[in-house]
């Protein structure tokens, strides 16, 4: 699904969703990666929600967000509550949902100026990106 058809200036920003794949400006994702506003981290090594870690989701910490949102596949998937505390502790709001849903509410947020942090997981197995 298309989100934005114009590009906005001052953030990277999501332009499409499929259901394995993600589109950043012009350049379709096919792994799991984590989107800032400014910063693109690729081939981020989750490949279910139920795999996360307190090591997987330190490139997420070090961004330092206000809100992470994390995309869970089509559906959404709680990771392990350990988890979701370890961004809590910190006074980092988290959001679990959909791909689909994490994309649209990146979109509105980054477009604010708001510090959020996506990070999408993708299924393994997706055709590798060219």
Known sequence: M???LDQPEGYLFIRRYAD???TIVDRPIH???ILARQQLIEDWPVIHASQLTAELAAP???LAPELVLL???PTQ???PSDVLGGFIDRGIGVEVMS???AARTHGLLAAEGR???AAFILPAGSTADS
Do not use: H, K, M, Q
């Open 71 to 73: 995309g869970t596949g």
């Open 20 to 22: 394995d794949s993600i």
């Open 115 to 117: 510090n959020v942090v």
């Open 60 to 62: 997420i910490l070090e």
């Open 2 to 4: 298309e989100l934005i």
């Open 99 to 101: 791909n689909a849903s």
């Open 77 to 79: 998937i709680f990771p």
């Open 31 to 33: 792994r799991s990666f």
